[in-house]
């Protein structure tokens, strides 16, 4: 499994999001466009991030019935995109639902991954807001063995489920890990977060990296110390 470094492209407009783009001048991402971006520039900004030659997760993370997920999906695959996500709180029934929407008449289709407990969430949150009396790893892992019975491709979970998960689920299923922050870094508004290297340590497949790169002084130097630490060591 080829590691790799997701980017956030977590911007208002299409413009914004182009310009930080041409910041690596010639060089091929693998980027995520999420709900922010979407919202604001539909399908365009999929077509013209994929024209550039940039791979793409469209990160939607839809939650809702079986059969409206199956039909957004439909439309979903339509699009040039490698990868998208939904909730595996949908249940089983909604995941299995998703992948027969997202499925082509030729047999292709996206990546399919189902995002676990997110990584702002803590377990004091989960116990007491969302009343999930269990301890959270157990949840993130029974949520991904969920996923895995579906017949997804992975997880979205944090880096440090991620060695978890694969002993649950395989090697070959994918976790995609957000909550990355360096270690001088302010997490924010993530609670699960860890380092790029510790996050490679712990065998994630992708590491999900926003703020910390697009807020960064020099966003490529950032990047660069991801695919540094997480990549290349
Ligand atoms: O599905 C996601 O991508 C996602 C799931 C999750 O549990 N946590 C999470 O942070 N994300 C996304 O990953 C990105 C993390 O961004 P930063 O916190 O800025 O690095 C954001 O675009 C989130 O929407």
Redesign the pocket.
Known sequence: MGKDVIV?L?FKSGKEALSFLDKFTGRKLYV?V??ELYYAEGPEIIKEIKKRGHKL?L?L?LHDIPNTVEKAMAVLSRLDVDMV?LHAAGTIDMMKAALRGLTREDGTRPLLIA???????SQERMTEELLIDEDIDKVVIRYAENADMAGLDGV???PLEAGKIHDACGRDFLT?T????FDDASR???VRVTTPAKAKELGSDYI????????ADDPVAAYDRCMKDFVEV
């Open positions: 956030a977590d995520k999420g709900m997760f990160d993370k996500n995002v676990t407990q997110l990584t702002s969430t979205v979970c944090s995609v957000p909550g990355v922050r924010g508004d993530q999900v990296v926003g703020r910390p790169i697009t807020q």
